[in-house]
Protein backbone atom coordinates (compact mmCIF):
# COMPACT_ATOMS: atom_id res chain seq x y z
CA UNK A 1 0.00 0.00 0.00
CA UNK A 2 1.04 3.51 -0.40
CA UNK A 3 3.41 4.89 2.05
CA UNK A 4 3.16 8.43 1.02
CA UNK A 5 -0.17 10.24 1.12
CA UNK A 6 -0.38 13.75 -0.68
CA UNK A 7 -3.71 15.83 -0.36
CA UNK A 8 -5.50 17.32 -2.76
CA UNK A 9 -5.09 15.26 -6.21
CA UNK A 10 -6.19 17.99 -7.62
CA UNK A 11 -6.77 21.97 -6.81
CA UNK A 12 -8.22 24.65 -8.90
CA UNK A 13 -7.58 27.94 -7.59
CA UNK A 14 -7.74 31.69 -8.58
CA UNK A 15 -4.50 34.04 -9.33
CA UNK A 16 -3.20 35.86 -6.27
CA UNK A 17 -4.96 33.02 -3.80
CA UNK A 18 -2.71 30.98 -1.92
CA UNK A 19 -3.21 27.05 -1.95
CA UNK A 20 -1.59 24.38 0.73
CA UNK A 21 -0.16 20.54 -0.45
CA UNK A 22 -0.10 18.18 2.43
CA UNK A 23 2.39 15.59 2.70
CA UNK A 24 2.18 12.59 4.94
CA UNK A 25 4.66 9.79 5.58
CA UNK A 26 2.11 6.95 6.78
CA UNK A 27 4.26 4.36 8.23
CA UNK A 28 7.82 5.76 8.90
CA UNK A 29 9.51 8.53 10.11
CA UNK A 30 10.31 11.15 7.35
CA UNK A 31 12.98 14.05 8.89
CA UNK A 32 13.62 14.82 5.20
CA UNK A 33 11.54 15.15 2.18
CA UNK A 34 11.23 16.28 -1.13
CA UNK A 35 9.24 18.60 -3.40
CA UNK A 36 9.32 17.75 -6.79
CA UNK A 37 7.75 19.81 -10.14
CA UNK A 38 7.11 18.13 -13.27
CA UNK A 39 5.49 20.28 -16.20
CA UNK A 40 3.93 17.95 -18.64
CA UNK A 41 5.77 15.45 -20.95
CA UNK A 42 8.97 16.58 -19.03
CA UNK A 43 11.28 15.36 -16.11
CA UNK A 44 10.27 16.18 -11.97
CA UNK A 45 12.43 18.98 -11.02
CA UNK A 46 13.51 18.88 -7.37
CA UNK A 47 12.31 22.13 -5.75
CA UNK A 48 13.04 21.59 -2.62
CA UNK A 49 14.14 19.71 0.54
CA UNK A 50 11.88 19.82 3.66
CA UNK A 51 14.01 18.94 6.76
CA UNK A 52 11.62 18.89 10.24
CA UNK A 53 12.70 20.68 12.59
CA UNK A 54 14.74 23.35 10.61
CA UNK A 55 14.51 25.48 6.93
CA UNK A 56 13.78 24.03 3.89
CA UNK A 57 16.53 23.92 1.47
CA UNK A 58 15.65 25.59 -1.80
CA UNK A 59 17.46 24.74 -5.27
CA UNK A 60 18.43 27.26 -7.04
CA UNK A 61 15.89 29.02 -8.92
CA UNK A 62 13.25 28.29 -7.14
CA UNK A 63 11.42 31.36 -5.30
CA UNK A 64 11.32 30.50 -1.62
CA UNK A 65 8.45 33.00 -0.59
CA UNK A 66 6.79 31.68 -3.41
CA UNK A 67 7.04 28.68 -2.34
CA UNK A 68 6.81 28.25 1.43
CA UNK A 69 7.46 24.96 3.00
CA UNK A 70 7.04 23.87 6.48
CA UNK A 71 7.84 20.21 8.40
CA UNK A 72 6.40 20.48 11.35
CA UNK A 73 6.47 16.83 12.20
CA UNK A 74 8.27 13.63 11.44
CA UNK A 75 5.48 12.90 9.13
CA UNK A 76 4.28 16.02 7.55
CA UNK A 77 5.42 18.50 4.74
CA UNK A 78 3.33 21.20 3.84
CA UNK A 79 3.96 22.70 0.20
CA UNK A 80 2.68 26.07 0.04
CA UNK A 81 2.25 28.21 -3.20
CA UNK A 82 1.56 32.01 -2.42
CA UNK A 83 0.03 34.36 -4.48
CA UNK A 84 -0.42 31.97 -7.41
CA UNK A 85 -0.21 32.62 -11.12
CA UNK A 86 -1.38 31.20 -14.17
CA UNK A 87 2.51 30.10 -14.65
CA UNK A 88 2.42 28.12 -11.19
CA UNK A 89 -0.13 25.44 -12.45
CA UNK A 90 1.97 22.47 -12.74
CA UNK A 91 1.89 18.70 -11.01
CA UNK A 92 3.34 19.18 -7.96
CA UNK A 93 5.03 15.82 -6.17
CA UNK A 94 6.36 15.30 -2.91
CA UNK A 95 8.63 12.03 -1.98
CA UNK A 96 10.19 10.47 1.30
CA UNK A 97 12.75 7.79 1.80
CA UNK A 98 13.56 5.58 4.91
CA UNK A 99 16.98 5.81 6.20
CA UNK A 100 19.24 4.47 4.19
CA UNK A 101 21.50 5.08 1.01
CA UNK A 102 19.68 2.48 -0.82
CA UNK A 103 16.08 3.32 0.15
CA UNK A 104 14.10 4.23 -3.07
CA UNK A 105 12.28 7.63 -2.73
CA UNK A 106 8.37 7.03 -1.70
CA UNK A 107 6.51 9.49 -3.94
CA UNK A 108 2.97 10.95 -3.11
CA UNK A 109 0.57 10.67 -6.11
CA UNK A 110 1.18 14.22 -6.79
CA UNK A 111 -1.10 17.60 -6.76
CA UNK A 112 -2.04 18.79 -9.92
CA UNK A 113 -2.47 22.82 -9.31
CA UNK A 114 -4.42 25.00 -12.18
CA UNK A 115 -4.42 28.56 -11.48
CA UNK A 116 -7.18 30.40 -13.13
CA UNK B 1 26.21 19.25 -16.69
CA UNK B 2 23.57 17.11 -17.03
CA UNK B 3 23.75 14.15 -14.26
CA UNK B 4 21.52 11.86 -15.30
CA UNK B 5 21.23 11.49 -19.61
CA UNK B 6 18.46 9.36 -21.29
CA UNK B 7 18.61 10.13 -25.01
CA UNK B 8 15.18 8.24 -26.20
CA UNK B 9 12.57 10.13 -26.04
CA UNK B 10 10.16 7.81 -27.25
CA UNK B 11 10.26 3.65 -27.54
CA UNK B 12 8.11 0.95 -29.21
CA UNK B 13 8.13 -2.41 -28.06
CA UNK B 14 6.13 -5.55 -29.28
CA UNK B 15 4.18 -7.00 -26.61
CA UNK B 16 6.06 -10.39 -25.10
CA UNK B 17 9.52 -8.77 -26.87
CA UNK B 18 11.96 -7.01 -24.30
CA UNK B 19 12.79 -4.01 -24.42
CA UNK B 20 16.23 -2.21 -23.13
CA UNK B 21 15.85 1.90 -21.72
CA UNK B 22 19.30 3.79 -21.89
CA UNK B 23 20.86 5.53 -19.20
CA UNK B 24 23.87 7.17 -18.34
CA UNK B 25 25.26 9.50 -15.44
CA UNK B 26 28.09 11.33 -14.65
CA UNK B 27 29.62 11.80 -11.19
CA UNK B 28 32.83 11.91 -9.49
CA UNK B 29 31.40 10.31 -6.15
CA UNK B 30 32.32 6.76 -5.80
CA UNK B 31 29.02 6.13 -3.53
CA UNK B 32 26.21 6.30 -5.69
CA UNK B 33 23.04 5.00 -6.07
CA UNK B 34 20.83 4.53 -9.14
CA UNK B 35 17.07 4.12 -9.52
CA UNK B 36 14.05 2.99 -12.05
CA UNK B 37 11.16 4.86 -11.76
CA UNK B 38 7.72 3.92 -13.77
CA UNK B 39 5.47 6.93 -14.11
CA UNK B 40 2.05 5.85 -15.79
CA UNK B 41 -0.29 8.20 -17.14
CA UNK B 42 -2.06 8.97 -14.26
CA UNK B 43 0.92 10.47 -12.65
CA UNK B 44 2.17 7.68 -9.88
CA UNK B 45 5.80 7.35 -9.31
CA UNK B 46 6.37 3.57 -8.92
CA UNK B 47 9.58 2.12 -8.36
CA UNK B 48 11.06 -0.28 -10.02
CA UNK B 49 14.61 -1.06 -9.20
CA UNK B 50 17.64 0.10 -7.63
CA UNK B 51 21.60 -0.43 -8.14
CA UNK B 52 24.11 0.36 -5.89
CA UNK B 53 27.54 1.46 -7.02
CA UNK B 54 29.49 -1.20 -5.20
CA UNK B 55 26.93 -3.81 -6.32
CA UNK B 56 28.91 -6.59 -7.81
CA UNK B 57 25.68 -8.19 -9.45
CA UNK B 58 22.99 -6.62 -11.93
CA UNK B 59 20.14 -5.61 -10.26
CA UNK B 60 16.95 -8.20 -11.07
CA UNK B 61 13.23 -7.38 -10.04
CA UNK B 62 10.97 -10.01 -12.05
CA UNK B 63 11.10 -8.82 -15.34
CA UNK B 64 13.00 -5.76 -14.69
CA UNK B 65 16.81 -5.75 -14.67
CA UNK B 66 19.88 -3.31 -14.83
CA UNK B 67 22.64 -3.60 -17.31
CA UNK B 68 25.24 -2.20 -15.10
CA UNK B 69 28.26 -1.06 -16.87
CA UNK B 70 29.92 0.83 -14.17
CA UNK B 71 33.54 2.07 -16.53
CA UNK B 72 30.98 3.25 -19.06
CA UNK B 73 28.84 4.46 -16.25
CA UNK B 74 25.53 3.33 -17.65
CA UNK B 75 22.22 1.77 -15.91
CA UNK B 76 20.28 0.67 -18.85
CA UNK B 77 16.72 -0.74 -17.38
CA UNK B 78 16.00 -4.42 -19.55
CA UNK B 79 12.05 -5.16 -19.03
CA UNK B 80 11.45 -8.20 -20.47
CA UNK B 81 8.28 -9.65 -22.02
CA UNK B 82 6.46 -6.74 -22.31
CA UNK B 83 2.78 -6.35 -21.26
CA UNK B 84 0.52 -3.98 -22.36
CA UNK B 85 0.36 -2.13 -18.90
CA UNK B 86 4.35 -1.32 -19.26
CA UNK B 87 3.07 1.67 -21.53
CA UNK B 88 4.35 4.39 -19.36
CA UNK B 89 7.26 7.28 -18.81
CA UNK B 90 10.34 5.54 -17.40
CA UNK B 91 12.90 7.53 -15.76
CA UNK B 92 16.53 6.84 -13.94
CA UNK B 93 17.46 8.60 -11.18
CA UNK B 94 20.53 9.13 -9.66
CA UNK B 95 21.18 9.26 -5.80
CA UNK B 96 24.73 10.79 -4.92
CA UNK B 97 26.33 10.91 -0.83
CA UNK B 98 26.89 14.60 -0.16
CA UNK B 99 28.17 15.57 3.02
CA UNK B 100 24.64 16.70 4.15
CA UNK B 101 23.73 13.52 4.31
CA UNK B 102 20.31 14.27 2.27
CA UNK B 103 18.75 11.06 -0.07
CA UNK B 104 17.43 13.42 -2.76
CA UNK B 105 17.44 12.11 -6.48
CA UNK B 106 18.22 13.60 -9.13
CA UNK B 107 15.96 12.54 -12.53
CA UNK B 108 16.52 11.72 -16.26
CA UNK B 109 14.74 13.29 -18.76
CA UNK B 110 12.83 10.40 -19.30
CA UNK B 111 11.73 7.58 -21.95
CA UNK B 112 8.15 7.13 -22.69
CA UNK B 113 7.67 3.53 -23.67
CA UNK B 114 4.76 2.17 -25.84
CA UNK B 115 4.08 -1.35 -25.88
CA UNK B 116 2.48 -2.36 -29.02
CA UNK B 117 -0.44 -5.61 -29.19
Known amino acids: GAVVSQHPSRVICKSGTSVKIECRSL??????MFWYRQFPKQSLMLMAT?????????EQGVEKDKFLINHASLTLSTLTVTSAHPEDSSFYIC????????????FGNGTRLTVT | AQKITQTQPGMFVQEKEAVTLDCTYDTSDPSYGLFWYKQPSSGEMIFLIY??????QNATEGRYSLNFQKARKSANLVISASQLGDSAMYFC??????????????FGSGTRLLVRP
Open chain 1, 95 to 106: SASRQGHNSPLH
Open chain 2, 51 to 56: QGSYDQ
Open chain 2, 93 to 106: AMRESPMDSSYKLI
Open chain 1, 27 to 32: DFQATT
Open chain 1, 50 to 58: SNEGSKATY
